[in-house]
């Protein structure tokens, strides 16, 4: 068990807010927290509070670069337009994000705090999530805790195919249509990933889980992945 990280041991070039375990618990696990393209950490530290996961530092990071003249943020090395939808595309390099996170996990989390990547969990929505999987697909061949990707699946610039696969446990949450992960995106995650699981909204669209019964994989899979003395919920919690 690592320590519980401090802001400075961060270099500055790293944008985070930090939710520290319920009672101040000594911490067994981290998760990593990515916001969507043109977002902010704010809503994704809200969200860490929300979790209220025992023995659990949750770490809300910020996009590395902002978004033309908005106040939102992206993971992407470049702005690309998407032609078909009028509309920003998610896939957009992550070269950029893969040094932060690399910074993160590996200088940081391991390297500081002692902790082994099989403690760091990874969430991300959209073009988060998009980042977090191309990271543990191009710089982890050790297991991560695991990595939940909600409305994306891997970036073009992955590779197509591992062997041997990577252990990394993913969990993918996407809408029943509407979605970008497409039949192709799924066979690239399990050509890529030894455990990969879909599950798939009874509505349209990639947003964020709205309720309970699109929460709960996600509070599954997290009971199942990190380690805790008071046992991690498998219940659900409201996402305002």
Partial sequence: MG???????????????????????????????????????APFTVLGGQLNLPETCCFSLQGPATLLDLEGFHWGDDIIFDSTNGGLDSDAGFNKTNE?????VQDVLVGKCGYREREVLILGFGQGGMAALNYAATHTPSELSGIISIGSGLPSSAPASLTPKLPTPVLICAGASQ???????EDKLKRVF??????????????????????????????????SMKGVPDGTVEIN
Avoid at 179 to 185: D, F, G, P
Wanted: hydrophobic letters at 35%; glycine letters at 4%; charged letters at 30%.
């Fill in 3 to 41: 320590r519980l990280p401090k802001t400075d041991d961060f270099p500055d070039s790293v944008k985070l807010n930090i939710v520290p375990p319920p009672k101040n618990d000594p911490p067994t696990n981290i998760l990593l927290l990515l916001h969507g393209l043109g977002d902010t950490a």
């Fill in 179 to 185: 979605s970008a992960v497409t039949s192709s995106s």
């Fill in 194 to 227: 030894e455990h990969v699981e879909i599950k798939r909204y009874r509505r349209p669209g990639d947003s964020m889980p709205s309720n309970r019964d699109e929460m709960l994989p996600v509070m599954r899979f997290l009971s199942r992945r990190l380690r």
């Fill in 100 to 104: 932060i996170l690399k910074s993160v």
